[in-house]
């Protein structure tokens, strides 16, 4: 999807991270993702239990966030909106005796009421749920010295031909949803 018309504001969505015993391990891991996938070096992190900023390899696009904030908000808040004015026309339609009596009020509350429930969906999206496992897997591992090799693929294809890469080295490994 198209970072213009996506509700997300990042780049690479979708992540996918494997974990190593050594670095060895992992940096002979990122040399077989460069040569049977599609993703550019930087989609490929290592990243180690001494690293100092390892949140940052493992979701690097702080801007990116706020762009899902903003994005998420408004479209999501917007769409609540629309959901909420169909509510009030169905409502209108079957002759509610109160929607019919009291319409303008009725349609400002149905308004109201669908844009707070779309922004409020708007912010569940911006806190990403799908990346809990993602980034708490990874962090514990990381406490544990092991070492991450981290995939910050941009579409369900490239997050897969990593996947296949990782399963054919038998590793252990944590996707975003």
């Known amino acids: 999807m198209k970072i213009a018309t996506s509700i997300s504001g990042e780049h690479f969505d979708h992540k996918v991270a494997a974990i190593f ?4 391990s992992a940096k002979r891991a990122v040399d077989i993702l460069r040569k049977t ?18 949140g940052w390899e493992l979701e690097p696009e702080d801007r990116g966030i706020w762009h899902t904030l903003l994005r998420a908000h408004v479209w ?6 629309v959901a909420g004015l169909l509510l009030f026309l169905i409502l209108f339609a079957l002759g509610i005796a109160f929607v019919v009596v009291n319409a303008v009020t009725a ?8 844009a707070i429930f779309g922004m409020m969906f708007g912010g569940l999206m911006t806190l990403r749920p799908d990346h809990m ?4 897997v990874s962090q514990s591992a990381l406490r544990k010295g092991k070492f991450i090799v ?9 997050l897969k031909e990593a996947s296949d890469a990782f399963s054919t080295l038998q590793v252990k490994t ?3 949803l």
């Open 21 to 24: 015993q050594d670095e060895f």
């Open 37 to 54: 996938t599609s993703l550019q070096n930087q989609q490929i992190f290592v990243v180690g239990p001494n690293d100092r900023h390892p």
């Open 76 to 81: 999501l808040g917007l769409a609540g909106a």
């Open 107 to 114: 349609a400002a509350v149905a308004i109201a009421f669908g």
């Open 133 to 136: 496992p993602y980034v708490s």
């Open 150 to 158: 981290a995939v910050h693929a941009s579409s369900t294809d490239q």
């Open 174 to 176: 944590v996707s975003s």
